[in-house]
């Protein structure tokens, strides 16, 4: 009886067993690209079901066309134009604009002006990316840093907002980007995708852990490089990594090269010294104006912007091929390309 019952409960134990390893489905990468905010998308999920896998991203690509039509300063009813068409007046946008606004604003106070959503004039002036990019005449700079001012963008409590001065033109290329990939991160989550990345044209978003568990392994750009070239590696789940660089959009002329991130206090693109800041923190659209911050800033004090965050740090890469880390990166970035040296710098208590 004894001997019966040991063989009955292992052969309960083997059918559970077996049970079990049935229902564990093996997941399979499903991915799909768009092209859509003036750039290449592509999201990335691992899941047992395809078919349902590719109906989420097509959920995601939707919900990216939605806030591109409420965003995009060329598409002629946004939110955004709506703005700029009726300077003087409040307007009232949708909650996503507000809530992208709300973060323009503060993040404009945060880096005092280098990150300015007024900055719209000068970016359509100079019309970097597009088929009328030039270099334009210093009298026309001047006139359009007329209409740039951050502090002449009103809100009110009811998501309306106004340009104080007529003319002024609001552009969140600089973050519009960022919330579209926090917009798809949550909807992955709210569906149950447990292992997948977002790379809406350069920022990247990862979602939990490899199938296999283990850490996402994520490139950072050469700046020197074509695209597609790393200079080192980072290693973080679920964390929004975005950089900004002056390889993404430029035009040279007259052996200069004139690229996208114009500093909005002399209306010029940037010639600091660095060539690419990256961000690594909780949500894209914080990485996304962050990048561009402390690209506009300069070492040393986009270095101290970043120290005074929680849960954030950054990558600065110079001309010079010297990478500047905020003190939270230390062990946790690999450079790949022996022609880049991390700098050394006195490390701040941080958080």
């Known amino acids: 009886?004894?001997?019966?019952?040991?063989?009955?409960?292992?052969?309960?134990?083997?059918?559970?067993?077996?049970?079990?390893?049935?229902?564990?489905?093996?997941?399979?990468?499903?991915?799909?690209?768009?092209?859509?905010?003036?750039?290449?998308?592509?999201?990335?999920?691992?899941?047992?079901?395809?078919?349902?896998g590719k109906q989420v991203i097509k959920e995601c690509f939707r919900?990216?066309?939605?806030?591109?039509?409420?965003?995009?300063?060329?598409?002629?009813?946004?939110?955004?134009?709506?703005?700029?068409n009726n300077a003087g007046n409040?307007?009232?946008?949708?909650?996503d604009t507000t809530k992208?606004?709300?973060?323009?604003?503060?993040?404009?106070?945060?880096?005092?002006?280098?990150?300015?959503?007024?900055?719209?004039?000068?970016?359509?002036?100079?019309?970097?990316?597009?088929?009328?990019?030039?270099?334009?005449?210093k009298i026309e700079i001047d006139e359009a840093l007329k209409f740039v001012n951050y502090e002449l963008l009103k809100k009110k409590d009811n998501n309306e907002f106004k340009l104080d001065k007529k003319g002024m033109q609001i552009d969140l290329g600089g973050i519009a980007k960022g919330y579209a990939a926090d917009e798809v991160y949550s909807i992955l989550k709210n569906k149950g995708i447990e292992h997948g990345v977002i790379n809406l044209g350069g920022n990247i978003y990862t979602l939990g852990t490899k199938v296999d568990g283990q850490i996402w392994k994520i490139g950072i750009q050469d700046p020197l490089e074509p695209t597609g070239t790393p200079m080192g590696v980072v290693e973080f789940s679920d964390k929004a990594i975005v950089t900004s660089g002056n390889y993404e959009r430029f035009f040279i002329k007259n052996d200069k090269r004139y690229h996208h991130i114009i500093d909005p206090?002399?209306?010029?693109?940037?010639?600091?010294?660095?060539?690419?800041?990256?961000?690594?923190?909780?949500?894209?659209?914080?990485?996304?104006?962050?990048?561009?911050?402390?690209?506009?800033?300069?070492?040393?004090?986009?270095?101290?912007?970043?120290?005074?965050?929680?849960?954030?740090e950054c990558i600065i890469i110079t001309k010079d091929y010297r990478v500047h880390l905020s003190s939270g990166m230390k062990n946790k970035f690999k450079i790949e390309n022996d022609r880049f040296q991390i700098e050394n710098h006195n490390e701040d208590n941080k958080h």
């Open 265 to 312: 206090k002399t209306g010029y693109p940037v010639q600091n010294g660095i060539i690419s800041s990256t961000i690594i923190t909780d949500r894209s659209m914080d990485a996304d104006a962050l990048s561009t911050s402390v690209y506009i800033l300069g070492v040393e004090k986009g270095l101290m912007l970043i120290e005074k965050m929680k849960n954030t």
């Open 100 to 137: 992208v606004l709300n973060k323009g604003i503060k993040y404009t106070e945060i880096s005092s002006g280098a990150f300015d959503p007024t900055i719209g004039r000068l970016v359509k002036l100079w019309g970097i990316g597009t088929q009328e990019e030039k270099v334009p005449k």
């Open 63 to 84: 919900r990216i066309s939605e806030i591109e039509r409420k965003m995009s300063v060329n598409i002629k009813a946004s939110d955004v134009n709506k703005i700029n």
């Open 90 to 95: 409040f307007v009232k946008v949708s909650e």
């Open 1 to 52: 009886m004894k001997k019966f019952l040991k063989l009955y409960f292992c052969i309960i134990l083997l059918l559970l067993m077996s049970l079990l390893a049935g229902c564990s489905k093996k997941k399979d990468i499903v991915t799909d690209s768009a092209y859509m905010l003036g750039t290449h998308l592509n999201i990335s999920i691992w899941t047992d079901d395809e078919k349902e």
